[in-house]
């Protein structure tokens, strides 16, 4: 599968392939932001995405021949991102990759049933905060894909890549995601003090 | 299972615009006729809204910065390395080609043991010369990932 890849970045990605400090300077202006986000969306750490996001441009810097130029360079590059985050989680986390592993409903389901009107009142009162914050209560499968759709904006043909899952994977898990980021927004919604 | 029910659980990936073509067309011709359905629907959207909307965390400064002179500095040390392994290559092909060449050159200039002899001493020293070089190469290498 061939990816439309921007001009200049496509530019970029091969120059570097060449070992030029130029193009990976225009790189890591371009990705620092975007990556470490993502980074700090997986391990929910600043130090450690901070350490991950050096770890991933000097793996970069290692790997960038086995980069085919081809395929989309901002794909290769968070999927070495998720790589080394997943090993550190792996390494330093309790914390299941897999499923979750609660009953299986989601806490959505477990809630009393609540409106659409008190989910938007969540969002408009609580603003985006709130929403990290439960953001980084989703199991980690969860919060990746939802960040990579939402905060990086990707097609899910490239999250599939990154992720290096079947499309219908990277759909289930959006639309469990979302569901749980719900079940957690109107959660804050009962016991919270925006319905006060 | 209604259409009703089908389609509200296609909601949240219609906020993603994760649906394909036809699940698109579904949901929102049933979301202009179901009003519940369409207020779910804005609930979605919102919170879409509220994730796409979510401040963006910047590393410090100083770990940019660390970041650009190490790699820099790998870019230098892989170029070098290529650069290293392009030589050594050349090297082990001058190498053959010198012994290969060599041994007509030895029996146009000598002739009998003194031809093995002096072929045989030609060998030896073109080869011990280059294991010289490759060792003192690899010892200067070590060096220099030490010092990194």
Redesign the interface.
């Known amino acids: 599968m061939a990816w439309e890849v921007p001009v200049g970045l496509e530019g970029e990605a091969a120059r570097l392939r060449r070992g030029d400090p130029a193009a990976f300077e225009a790189l890591l202006e371009r990705y620092q932001n975007r990556l470490y986000r993502y980074l700090l969306r997986m391990v929910r750490e600043p130090a450690t995405a901070e350490d991950l996001f050096q770890q991933t441009w000097l793996r970069v810097a290692e790997k960038i021949r086995s980069y085919n130029p081809q395929r989309s360079f901002e794909a290769w590059l968070f999927s070495v991102a998720r790589n080394l985050a997943i090993d550190h989680l792996r390494r330093y986390k309790p914390e299941s990759l897999d499923e979750p592993t609660a009953t299986g409903e989601t806490r959505l389901e477990r809630l009393p049933g609540q409106g659409p009107t008190a989910l938007e009142g969540v969002i408009v009162r609580e603003g985006s905060s709130r929403m990290a914050e439960a953001l980084g209560e989703l199991p980690v499968i969860y919060r990746e894909v939802l960040s990579l759709r939402f905060e990086e904006e990707m097609k899910l043909e490239e999250i599939a890549e990154v992720l290096g899952t079947p499309l219908s994977t990277v759909k289930t898990r959006l639309r469990r995601g979302l569901e749980q980021m719900r079940g957690r927004l109107e959660a804050r919604g009962v016991a919270g003090e925006w319905q006060a | 299972m209604s259409e009703h029910d089908k389609i509200r659980?296609l909601l949240?990936?219609a906020?993603?615009s994760?649906l394909e073509e036809n699940e698109q067309a579904l949901v929102e011709r049933h979301v202009g006729e179901c009003g519940e359905c369409a207020?779910?629907l804005?609930?979605?959207n919102?919170?879409?809204?509220?994730?796409?909307?979510?401040?963006?965390?910047?590393?410090?400064a100083e770990?940019?910065e660390?970041?650009?002179a190490?790699?820099?500095r790998?870019?230098?040390a892989?170029?070098e390395r290529?650069w290293d392994l392009s030589l050594l290559v050349f090297a082990v092909l001058f190498a053959w080609t010198l012994t290969l060449a060599g041994w007509p050159i030895a029996r146009l200039l000598t002739s009998g043991a003194a031809a093995w002899l002096g072929y045989a001493a030609y060998t030896a020293f073109g080869w011990v010369t280059a294991g010289v070089a490759t060792a003192i190469l690899g010892v200067r290498h070590r060096a220099v990932r030490r010092m990194a």
């Open positions: 659980q949240a990936l906020a993603a994760a207020r779910e804005a609930a979605w919102a919170m879409a809204g509220g994730l796409r909307r979510l401040p963006t965390p910047r590393p410090r770990v940019v660390r970041t650009r190490l790699m820099i790998q870019l230098a892989e170029a290529r």
